[in-house]
Protein backbone atom coordinates (compact mmCIF):
# COMPACT_ATOMS: atom_id res chain seq x y z
CA UNK A 1 0.00 0.00 0.00
CA UNK A 2 2.62 2.33 0.95
CA UNK A 3 4.51 1.46 -2.25
CA UNK A 4 1.85 2.49 -4.26
CA UNK A 5 1.38 5.86 -2.47
CA UNK A 6 4.76 6.40 -3.08
CA UNK A 7 4.84 5.56 -6.96
CA UNK A 8 1.63 7.49 -7.42
CA UNK A 9 3.50 10.26 -5.81
CA UNK A 10 6.50 10.65 -7.77
CA UNK A 11 4.57 9.35 -10.96
CA UNK A 12 2.08 12.80 -9.98
CA UNK A 13 5.18 15.52 -9.38
CA UNK A 14 7.05 13.61 -12.44
CA UNK A 15 4.19 14.67 -14.66
CA UNK A 16 3.70 18.50 -13.24
CA UNK A 17 8.13 18.81 -14.27
CA UNK A 18 7.73 17.43 -17.42
CA UNK A 19 4.64 19.73 -18.50
CA UNK A 20 6.37 23.05 -16.52
CA UNK A 21 7.70 25.28 -18.73
CA UNK A 22 11.68 24.55 -19.32
CA UNK A 23 13.67 27.30 -16.76
CA UNK A 24 10.20 28.88 -15.40
CA UNK A 25 8.89 28.38 -12.33
CA UNK A 26 5.83 28.70 -11.49
CA UNK A 27 5.55 31.62 -8.78
CA UNK A 28 2.18 33.13 -8.53
CA UNK A 29 0.61 29.41 -7.28
CA UNK A 30 0.02 30.65 -3.55
CA UNK A 31 -2.03 33.71 -4.77
CA UNK A 32 -5.76 33.13 -5.05
CA UNK A 33 -7.86 33.20 -8.33
CA UNK A 34 -9.42 36.38 -9.05
CA UNK A 35 -13.13 36.25 -8.04
CA UNK A 36 -15.91 36.95 -10.19
CA UNK A 37 -16.24 40.17 -12.05
CA UNK A 38 -12.00 41.35 -11.29
CA UNK A 39 -8.91 39.58 -13.36
CA UNK A 40 -5.58 38.85 -11.84
CA UNK A 41 -2.34 40.71 -13.48
CA UNK A 42 1.03 39.62 -12.79
CA UNK A 43 4.57 42.15 -13.27
CA UNK A 44 7.57 39.99 -13.08
CA UNK A 45 10.95 42.45 -13.53
CA UNK A 46 14.19 41.26 -14.45
CA UNK A 47 16.95 41.44 -12.03
CA UNK A 48 19.14 44.31 -11.32
CA UNK A 49 22.47 45.17 -9.91
CA UNK A 50 21.18 47.17 -7.12
CA UNK A 51 17.13 46.82 -6.92
CA UNK A 52 17.26 49.14 -4.19
CA UNK A 53 17.84 52.13 -6.65
CA UNK A 54 14.52 51.35 -8.01
CA UNK A 55 10.74 51.57 -7.62
CA UNK A 56 7.65 50.09 -9.89
CA UNK A 57 4.82 52.45 -10.36
CA UNK A 58 1.46 51.02 -11.03
CA UNK A 59 -0.74 52.73 -13.20
CA UNK A 60 -4.64 50.88 -13.09
CA UNK A 61 -6.49 52.25 -15.70
CA UNK A 62 -8.34 51.95 -18.61
CA UNK A 63 -8.96 53.86 -22.32
CA UNK A 64 -11.58 56.51 -21.99
CA UNK A 65 -12.45 59.22 -24.97
CA UNK A 66 -11.96 62.66 -23.05
CA UNK A 67 -11.09 65.91 -23.41
CA UNK A 68 -7.76 67.97 -23.21
CA UNK A 69 -8.15 68.17 -19.15
CA UNK A 70 -6.18 65.60 -16.94
CA UNK A 71 -8.30 63.44 -15.78
CA UNK A 72 -8.08 60.37 -12.47
CA UNK A 73 -10.34 57.88 -12.02
CA UNK A 74 -11.86 57.24 -8.46
CA UNK A 75 -11.06 54.25 -6.76
CA UNK A 76 -9.13 52.14 -4.02
CA UNK A 77 -5.95 50.24 -4.00
CA UNK A 78 -4.81 48.43 -1.27
CA UNK A 79 -2.30 46.47 -0.53
CA UNK A 80 -3.68 43.02 1.22
CA UNK A 81 -2.01 39.88 3.19
CA UNK A 82 -1.33 36.58 2.15
CA UNK A 83 -2.10 34.49 4.99
CA UNK A 84 0.40 32.23 5.93
CA UNK A 85 2.92 33.11 2.97
CA UNK A 86 4.12 36.49 3.96
CA UNK A 87 3.61 37.94 0.51
CA UNK A 88 1.17 40.72 -0.38
CA UNK A 89 -0.96 41.71 -3.27
CA UNK A 90 -3.01 44.43 -4.41
CA UNK A 91 -6.44 44.99 -5.07
CA UNK A 92 -8.55 47.82 -6.62
CA UNK A 93 -11.82 48.06 -5.52
CA UNK A 94 -14.70 50.45 -5.91
CA UNK A 95 -14.05 52.51 -9.08
CA UNK A 96 -16.76 54.48 -9.66
CA UNK A 97 -16.41 57.68 -11.41
CA UNK A 98 -13.55 59.97 -13.09
CA UNK A 99 -12.62 63.62 -12.39
CA UNK A 100 -11.09 66.43 -14.23
CA UNK A 101 -8.24 67.76 -12.49
CA UNK A 102 -7.91 70.43 -14.28
CA UNK A 103 -10.49 72.49 -15.96
CA UNK A 104 -9.40 74.15 -19.05
CA UNK A 105 -11.74 75.29 -22.15
CA UNK A 106 -10.87 72.52 -24.43
CA UNK A 107 -10.54 73.23 -28.40
CA UNK A 108 -9.57 70.25 -29.82
CA UNK A 109 -11.91 67.29 -30.00
CA UNK A 110 -12.23 64.62 -28.06
CA UNK A 111 -9.76 61.90 -28.13
CA UNK A 112 -8.88 58.11 -26.26
CA UNK A 113 -6.40 58.52 -23.24
CA UNK A 114 -5.30 56.14 -21.16
CA UNK A 115 -6.88 57.09 -17.30
CA UNK A 116 -5.59 56.07 -14.28
CA UNK A 117 -7.03 55.78 -10.88
CA UNK A 118 -5.23 58.53 -8.96
CA UNK A 119 -1.50 57.47 -7.16
CA UNK A 120 -1.53 56.25 -3.49
CA UNK A 121 1.08 55.09 -1.81
CA UNK A 122 0.34 51.88 -2.71
CA UNK A 123 0.69 52.90 -6.82
CA UNK A 124 4.76 52.20 -5.78
CA UNK A 125 5.99 49.01 -4.88
CA UNK A 126 9.49 48.45 -4.02
CA UNK A 127 11.58 46.72 -6.76
CA UNK A 128 12.05 42.77 -6.72
CA UNK A 129 12.94 40.55 -9.25
CA UNK A 130 12.24 37.72 -6.61
CA UNK A 131 8.87 38.45 -6.26
CA UNK A 132 6.14 39.12 -8.32
CA UNK A 133 3.79 42.21 -8.04
CA UNK A 134 0.14 40.31 -8.11
CA UNK A 135 -3.01 43.02 -8.97
CA UNK A 136 -6.47 42.30 -9.03
CA UNK A 137 -8.57 45.02 -10.92
CA UNK A 138 -12.21 45.33 -12.13
CA UNK A 139 -13.14 43.54 -15.75
CA UNK A 140 -12.41 45.94 -18.36
CA UNK A 141 -9.64 47.83 -16.44
CA UNK A 142 -5.45 47.07 -17.51
CA UNK A 143 -2.26 47.26 -15.22
CA UNK A 144 0.34 48.99 -16.35
CA UNK A 145 3.52 50.08 -15.34
CA UNK A 146 7.26 52.03 -15.28
CA UNK A 147 10.38 51.70 -13.74
CA UNK A 148 11.43 54.68 -11.84
CA UNK A 149 15.48 54.88 -10.92
CA UNK A 150 17.18 57.01 -8.47
CA UNK A 151 19.98 58.99 -9.35
CA UNK A 152 23.58 57.55 -8.76
CA UNK A 153 24.78 60.75 -7.29
CA UNK A 154 24.24 61.23 -3.36
CA UNK A 155 23.68 65.11 -2.47
CA UNK A 156 24.08 66.16 1.10
CA UNK A 157 21.74 68.99 2.28
CA UNK A 158 22.90 71.96 3.59
CA UNK A 159 22.93 72.84 7.00
CA UNK A 160 21.26 76.40 8.26
Same mark, same amino acid.
Given at each position: ?????????????? &??????? =???? /????????? !??????? #?? *??????????????????? +????????? #??????? &???????? @?? %?? *????????? &?? +????? !????? /?? $?? +??? =????? $??? @????? =???? %?? =??????? %????????????????
Amino acid at each position: MIRKITISLAMTVA &ASVLCAE =PGKK /DNIHMFPQA !QEGFERH #VI *EVPALKNENDHKVELLIGK +TINVDCNRH #VLMGKLE &AKSLKGWG @YT %YL *EASNINGMR &AS +TRMAC !QEPKS /DK $FV +TLA =PSEES $FRR @YNSRS =PIVT %YV =PKGYEVH %YRIWSADTEVRQAKQR
